[in-house]
Nanobody, 128 residues
Framework: QLQLVESGGGLVQPGGSLRLSCAAP????????VAWFRQAPGKEREGVSC????????NYADSMKGRFTISRDKAENTVYLQIHRLNPEDTAVYYC?????????????????????WGKGTLVTVSA
């Protein structure tokens, strides 16, 4: 079963940037679409972005366009989420996830219900 491991979270000042990593030790992550989600305290989990295998087409939730960049490094077997101009509302646990199967002709989605594999998350705290 695919194991996902997030890292890169921490305490960041407002206006700063952060790069989160999603790794899959022992698995080839490029076999899967990978999505990033976040869950703020007291709120539902929401989709941020996703990236397809191979050519790496990307998709972003409408509310996440502009400050978030998803990318994949095949050599590092890692998917990244770069976050710019962080603000306190970005404080959340960030998760990466992947579906068990997908159709090549479909774009990946940022719907939590479509994911089968989840990491344990990495906490991002934005505070002065």
């Amino acid at each position: 079963q695919l194991q996902l491991v997030e890292s890169g979270g921490g305490l960041v000042q407002p206006g700063g940037s952060l790069r989160l990593s999603c790794a899959a030790p022992g698995f080839v992550l490029d076999y899967y679409p990978v999505a990033w989600f976040r869950q703020a305290p007291g709120k539902e989990r929401e989709g941020v972005s996703c990236i397809m295998p191979g050519a790496g087409s990307t998709n972003y939730a409408d509310s996440m366009k502009g400050r978030f960049t998803i990318s994949r490094d095949k050599a590092e077997n890692t998917v990244y989420l770069q976050i710019h101009r962080l603000n306190p509302e970005d404080t959340a646990v960030y998760y990466c996830a992947a579906p068990r199967s997908y159709r090549v002709q479909d774009m990946c989605r940022t719907d939590p219900a479509g994911m089968d594999y989840w990491g344990k998350g990495t906490l991002v705290t934005v505070s002065a």
